[in-house]
């Protein structure tokens, strides 16, 4: 058997092997997490969540990265229950994400049939449940969620001030799938095949977000993923508009919250959802790299789906609009809360990822900076079938990848930077090269709640 160490230097490759423990009955976590170019595309090194262990790691379980609160087979919140199941490390033994203020970032998980299977769990909220990603330069060793959830809002006002509300996100990001027959797979394979989509190959669910502008390099910052799964009563409830996210959380019954549209306690048959948690390492920008607000200019469709952004998400960071909550803007980080690491944290910002630019001068002298980073090459899973459920079956086993291209990134001075696109094949796509200029700074409208 291959190293960790070997397969750390090919992460797609050991990307391959992420569902070969995961049947329907799993759930999910941040599996993994990547820079996004303002094309769409995913760039750079690979990030992980906090206690990422690979699946090859001998006795390794899904216990491990899985957080269900309440704890299981407790029906309801005590008010004591953490959201990140491991604490902080200043020096993990995975690599942690690096991202510079005001990056375009993915963080992705497995669906697990939770999508593409919904006849296996009755009375889910149709957008499969929704992902709430907090954000903090300060977080607490062991953060409780009745001081996160619902309280951290936009503009950082509220609850005990210490975060912000960064994005919400439907877990079906509505594109993902698992490899199986079901007929939501063969529909998203059809719709995305021009892109490179298999059913013999998973397609990871996004939950594609913007930093904060005003992150300081040489800091850490933590996103707390909380995603909301109960099963509902549809005597107590409209199920369609669930599919917008509509559905009471219930911590808010039992935190004493004013709950909205005249939900009461038994709109909830089961309570149930997860966490995950993962640091992010601030660097700073590229320097003569004009970056711009993701936007239909730069945008390219045609390219590889498997290493490509979703597009909605990465112009808006609040998807799904949640009561008290104005779905518009990108967010910041709050005024009030110092963009600085962990005690344990780093003084000194690390050096961005990727190659050292090159520089040249023209006849007319200006420098070109040439950046190369790597295109995350295509995760290959395949399917060997089993029983499960309504007849549809599944299990995955893994496949090597294809080798990793490059996305070529080049600066003339200030003004643009031509971009060199993957496309479905994994290799670079010339002709869909697109001009990157400066542009006025993100939104930084504060939102607030009503």
Known sequence: MRSLKSLRGNPFRLGSLLALACLT?????IEYAYVLAPNGTMVGNIGYPRGYQPRITSGWTDKIPQWILPENGTAFYTGKEILNKYPF???????????????????????????????TQANKPKNRGTIYLYGTSEPS??????????????????????GVLLATRNYDDGRCFQPNTADITNQRVAEWKDNGAQNSQELLCHSDLKLPDNLKPGSFYTIYWYWDWPALNPDKINMDKTADGRFPWAGSFMR???VPNGWTMDTIRRNESYSSVIDIKIVEKPKGFAGKDAGKEEWVSKQNVYSMG???????NFQVNVDGLENSGTGSAPT????SAPASAPASAPAPTGSSPAASSDAGGVATVTQYVTVPPTTLITTVFKTVG???????????????????????GTDEAPFTTASPTGTPDQSAAKQVSSAAPYDRRRARWF
């Open 89 to 119: 490390e200043q020096n993990p033994k995975q690599p942690v994400l690096e991202a510079a203020p005001g990056d375009h970032i993915a963080l992705l998980h497995l669906e697990n049939g939770h999508v593409t299977l919904p006849q």
């Open 310 to 316: 979703v597009q909605d998400q990465m112009a808006n």
């Open 25 to 29: 009955s799993a759930h999910s976590w």
């Open 141 to 162: 060793e062991n953060e409780k969620l009745f001081d996160v959830h619902l309280l951290w809002n936009k503009d950082g006002t509220g609850g005990n001030q210490k």
């Open 390 to 412: 309504g007849g549809y079956k599944k299990v995955r086993r893994s496949e090597p990848a294809p080798e990793q291209s490059m996305l070529r990134l080049t600066n003339h």
């Open 256 to 258: 004493g919250d004013k």
């Open 336 to 339: 009030s809360a110092p963009a």
